[in-house]
Protein backbone atom coordinates (compact mmCIF):
# COMPACT_ATOMS: atom_id res chain seq x y z
CA UNK A 1 0.00 0.00 0.00
CA UNK A 2 2.53 2.19 1.35
CA UNK A 3 4.39 1.60 -2.36
CA UNK A 4 0.85 2.53 -4.34
CA UNK A 5 0.88 5.85 -2.42
CA UNK A 6 4.71 7.00 -2.83
CA UNK A 7 3.94 5.87 -6.90
CA UNK A 8 0.89 7.57 -7.11
CA UNK A 9 2.55 10.76 -5.67
CA UNK A 10 5.45 10.36 -7.55
CA UNK A 11 3.76 10.17 -10.95
CA UNK A 12 1.27 13.01 -9.86
CA UNK A 13 4.24 15.09 -8.79
CA UNK A 14 6.15 14.26 -11.64
CA UNK A 15 3.14 15.27 -14.43
CA UNK A 16 1.97 18.17 -12.02
CA UNK A 17 5.53 19.70 -11.60
CA UNK A 18 6.12 19.49 -15.59
CA UNK A 19 3.15 21.03 -16.15
CA UNK A 20 3.60 23.56 -14.21
CA UNK A 21 7.09 24.45 -14.85
CA UNK A 22 6.24 24.66 -18.77
CA UNK A 23 3.48 26.62 -17.89
CA UNK A 24 5.11 29.20 -16.05
CA UNK A 25 2.81 28.43 -12.70
CA UNK A 26 6.13 27.73 -10.84
CA UNK A 27 6.68 30.53 -8.16
CA UNK A 28 7.99 33.63 -10.12
CA UNK A 29 11.31 33.61 -7.73
CA UNK A 30 11.98 29.89 -9.02
CA UNK A 31 12.43 30.65 -12.10
CA UNK A 32 14.49 33.69 -11.78
CA UNK A 33 16.72 31.37 -9.55
CA UNK A 34 17.24 29.34 -12.23
CA UNK A 35 18.03 32.01 -14.47
CA UNK A 36 20.79 33.52 -12.79
CA UNK A 37 22.06 29.91 -12.14
CA UNK A 38 22.24 29.63 -16.12
CA UNK A 39 23.88 33.36 -15.90
CA UNK A 40 26.35 32.10 -13.68
CA UNK A 41 27.11 29.01 -16.10
CA UNK A 42 27.05 31.82 -19.05
CA UNK A 43 24.32 29.67 -20.37
CA UNK A 44 22.19 33.20 -21.85
CA UNK A 45 19.52 31.05 -23.89
CA UNK A 46 18.43 29.34 -20.86
CA UNK A 47 18.24 32.32 -18.77
CA UNK A 48 16.34 34.07 -20.75
CA UNK A 49 14.11 30.87 -21.59
CA UNK A 50 13.61 31.19 -17.60
CA UNK A 51 13.10 35.00 -17.57
CA UNK A 52 10.64 34.36 -19.77
CA UNK A 53 8.65 31.80 -17.86
CA UNK A 54 9.29 33.70 -15.08
CA UNK A 55 6.73 36.46 -16.54
CA UNK A 56 4.70 34.56 -18.84
CA UNK A 57 1.27 34.44 -16.09
CA UNK A 58 2.84 36.65 -13.73
CA UNK A 59 3.16 40.83 -14.25
CA UNK A 60 7.13 41.39 -13.74
CA UNK A 61 7.99 42.41 -10.60
CA UNK A 62 11.03 44.28 -9.08
CA UNK A 63 13.04 40.06 -8.90
CA UNK A 64 12.18 39.58 -12.73
CA UNK A 65 13.39 43.35 -13.98
CA UNK A 66 16.36 42.82 -12.01
CA UNK A 67 16.82 39.39 -13.47
CA UNK A 68 16.35 41.41 -16.84
CA UNK A 69 18.98 43.72 -16.18
CA UNK A 70 21.44 41.25 -15.23
CA UNK A 71 20.87 38.89 -18.23
CA UNK A 72 20.93 42.30 -20.99
CA UNK A 73 24.43 43.55 -19.19
CA UNK A 74 25.49 39.99 -19.73
CA UNK A 75 24.80 39.76 -23.11
CA UNK A 76 25.97 43.75 -23.45
CA UNK A 77 29.12 42.71 -22.00
CA UNK A 78 29.62 39.77 -24.23
CA UNK A 79 28.79 42.15 -27.68
CA UNK A 80 31.45 45.31 -26.17
CA UNK A 81 33.94 42.43 -25.95
CA UNK A 82 33.70 40.51 -29.45
CA UNK A 83 33.39 44.32 -31.05
CA UNK A 84 36.64 45.51 -29.22
CA UNK A 85 38.23 42.39 -30.70
CA UNK A 86 36.73 43.30 -34.29
CA UNK A 87 38.00 47.25 -33.89
CA UNK A 88 41.47 45.42 -33.59
CA UNK A 89 41.42 43.15 -36.02
CA UNK A 90 39.69 45.47 -38.41
CA UNK A 91 41.84 48.24 -37.68
CA UNK A 92 45.37 45.98 -37.95
CA UNK A 93 44.00 44.47 -41.78
CA UNK A 94 43.61 47.90 -43.15
CA UNK A 95 46.81 48.75 -44.68
CA UNK A 96 48.78 51.83 -43.57
CA UNK A 97 50.17 52.67 -47.24
CA UNK A 98 50.90 51.56 -51.13
CA UNK A 99 53.96 48.86 -50.34
CA UNK A 100 52.09 47.54 -46.53
CA UNK A 101 49.36 46.65 -49.21
CA UNK A 102 51.40 45.37 -52.24
CA UNK A 103 53.33 43.29 -49.09
CA UNK A 104 50.30 41.77 -47.25
CA UNK A 105 48.98 40.85 -50.81
CA UNK A 106 51.77 39.24 -52.24
CA UNK A 107 53.92 37.99 -49.14
CA UNK A 108 52.99 34.29 -49.06
CA UNK A 109 53.24 34.60 -45.15
CA UNK A 110 51.02 37.80 -44.69
CA UNK A 111 48.22 36.20 -47.04
CA UNK A 112 48.01 33.28 -44.51
CA UNK A 113 47.66 35.85 -41.80
CA UNK A 114 45.16 38.25 -43.64
CA UNK A 115 43.10 34.89 -44.23
CA UNK A 116 43.48 34.26 -40.75
CA UNK A 117 42.25 37.24 -39.39
CA UNK A 118 39.48 37.10 -42.32
CA UNK A 119 37.81 34.12 -40.47
CA UNK A 120 38.06 35.34 -37.14
CA UNK A 121 36.59 38.70 -38.42
CA UNK A 122 33.75 36.49 -39.83
CA UNK A 123 33.22 34.45 -36.59
CA UNK A 124 33.20 37.56 -34.56
CA UNK A 125 30.44 39.38 -36.71
CA UNK A 126 28.34 35.93 -36.43
CA UNK A 127 29.09 35.93 -32.50
CA UNK A 128 27.95 39.57 -32.38
CA UNK A 129 24.62 38.88 -34.69
CA UNK A 130 23.70 36.25 -32.51
CA UNK A 131 24.26 38.05 -28.99
CA UNK A 132 22.09 40.83 -30.51
CA UNK A 133 19.44 38.43 -31.26
CA UNK A 134 19.61 37.09 -28.15
CA UNK A 135 19.07 40.60 -26.96
CA UNK A 136 15.91 41.49 -28.98
CA UNK A 137 14.29 38.25 -27.83
CA UNK A 138 15.01 39.41 -24.09
CA UNK A 139 13.45 43.02 -25.17
CA UNK A 140 10.44 41.15 -27.11
CA UNK A 141 9.65 39.00 -23.82
CA UNK A 142 9.76 41.86 -21.36
CA UNK A 143 7.31 43.86 -23.94
CA UNK A 144 5.03 40.93 -24.73
CA UNK B 1 14.50 -25.50 7.97
CA UNK B 2 12.65 -26.07 5.22
CA UNK B 3 9.93 -23.51 6.10
CA UNK B 4 12.87 -21.08 6.75
CA UNK B 5 14.65 -21.36 3.34
CA UNK B 6 10.80 -20.79 1.66
CA UNK B 7 10.43 -17.88 3.64
CA UNK B 8 14.36 -16.55 2.63
CA UNK B 9 13.69 -17.55 -0.83
CA UNK B 10 9.96 -15.47 -1.10
CA UNK B 11 12.02 -12.49 0.41
CA UNK B 12 14.45 -12.57 -1.93
CA UNK B 13 12.23 -12.89 -4.41
CA UNK B 14 9.99 -10.16 -3.55
CA UNK B 15 13.31 -7.68 -2.82
CA UNK B 16 13.64 -8.81 -6.87
CA UNK B 17 10.19 -7.84 -8.01
CA UNK B 18 10.50 -4.61 -6.02
CA UNK B 19 13.49 -3.70 -7.53
CA UNK B 20 12.55 -4.58 -10.82
CA UNK B 21 9.56 -2.35 -11.14
CA UNK B 22 11.28 0.67 -9.39
CA UNK B 23 13.91 0.98 -11.46
CA UNK B 24 11.55 0.22 -14.44
CA UNK B 25 9.50 2.88 -13.43
CA UNK B 26 12.25 5.19 -13.09
CA UNK B 27 13.17 4.42 -16.77
CA UNK B 28 10.07 5.19 -17.83
CA UNK B 29 9.13 8.25 -15.88
CA UNK B 30 13.36 9.59 -16.04
CA UNK B 31 12.78 10.59 -12.33
CA UNK B 32 13.61 8.82 -8.90
CA UNK B 33 10.65 8.72 -6.37
CA UNK B 34 12.34 10.45 -3.72
CA UNK B 35 13.55 13.40 -6.18
CA UNK B 36 10.30 13.67 -7.91
CA UNK B 37 8.56 15.25 -4.66
CA UNK B 38 12.18 16.87 -3.51
CA UNK B 39 12.11 18.92 -7.08
CA UNK B 40 8.80 20.44 -6.48
CA UNK B 41 10.01 21.34 -2.78
CA UNK B 42 12.92 22.27 -4.41
CA UNK B 43 11.65 24.79 -6.22
CA UNK B 44 9.79 26.27 -3.81
CA UNK B 45 12.80 26.07 -1.39
CA UNK B 46 15.07 27.90 -4.24
CA UNK B 47 12.54 31.08 -4.30
CA UNK B 48 14.36 31.40 -0.64
CA UNK B 49 17.40 32.05 -1.81
CA UNK B 50 17.10 34.28 -4.95
CA UNK B 51 18.08 37.58 -4.04
CA UNK B 52 21.51 36.05 -3.54
CA UNK B 53 21.75 34.63 -6.80
CA UNK B 54 20.96 38.39 -8.19
CA UNK B 55 23.50 39.96 -6.37
CA UNK B 56 25.95 37.49 -7.16
CA UNK B 57 24.88 37.83 -10.45
CA UNK B 58 25.46 41.48 -10.42
CA UNK B 59 28.53 41.06 -8.70
CA UNK B 60 30.01 38.70 -11.60
CA UNK B 61 29.22 41.50 -14.22
CA UNK B 62 30.75 43.72 -12.53
CA UNK B 63 33.88 41.69 -12.40
CA UNK B 64 32.92 41.07 -16.05
CA UNK B 65 32.81 45.36 -17.22
CA UNK B 66 35.44 46.66 -14.35
CA UNK B 67 37.66 43.93 -14.02
CA UNK B 68 37.17 44.04 -10.24
CA UNK B 69 35.59 43.25 -7.34
CA UNK B 70 32.43 45.15 -6.60
CA UNK B 71 33.74 46.93 -3.40
CA UNK B 72 36.67 48.05 -4.82
CA UNK B 73 34.49 50.02 -7.75
CA UNK B 74 34.71 53.74 -7.57
CA UNK B 75 31.93 56.16 -7.31
CA UNK B 76 32.09 57.06 -10.64
CA UNK B 77 32.25 53.07 -12.08
CA UNK B 78 29.31 52.39 -9.44
CA UNK B 79 27.39 55.24 -10.97
CA UNK B 80 28.25 53.91 -14.53
CA UNK B 81 26.56 50.20 -13.14
CA UNK B 82 23.78 52.30 -11.54
CA UNK B 83 22.72 53.79 -15.08
CA UNK B 84 22.81 50.47 -16.62
CA UNK B 85 21.35 48.13 -14.00
CA UNK B 86 18.99 50.64 -11.74
CA UNK B 87 17.20 48.39 -9.69
CA UNK B 88 19.91 45.83 -9.31
CA UNK B 89 22.14 48.91 -8.17
CA UNK B 90 18.82 49.87 -5.98
CA UNK B 91 18.94 46.65 -3.98
CA UNK B 92 22.78 46.84 -3.18
CA UNK B 93 22.46 49.88 -2.45
CA UNK B 94 19.18 48.53 0.16
CA UNK B 95 21.44 45.80 1.08
CA UNK B 96 24.67 47.35 1.90
CA UNK B 97 22.89 50.14 3.37
CA UNK B 98 24.64 52.53 1.10
Known sequence: MGFITTLILTITAKLGFDFANKEGLMPQSSYVKRAMDALKRDDLTTAIEQYRLAIKRREPSDLTDMAEEQIRLRIETHISKLQHRLNEIEASMRPKGFIQTLWQRFAPSKRQELEELQQEQAELQEGIAILRNLERGLENHRQA | ?98
Open chain 2, 1 to 98: MKRLTRTALAGGGGYLAGLLVEKGLESVIGLDFVDGIMTVGGAVLASMYVNRDVVQAAADNIQQIFGKDPLDLTEDEWNQFKAKSPKTAQLLEKALQI
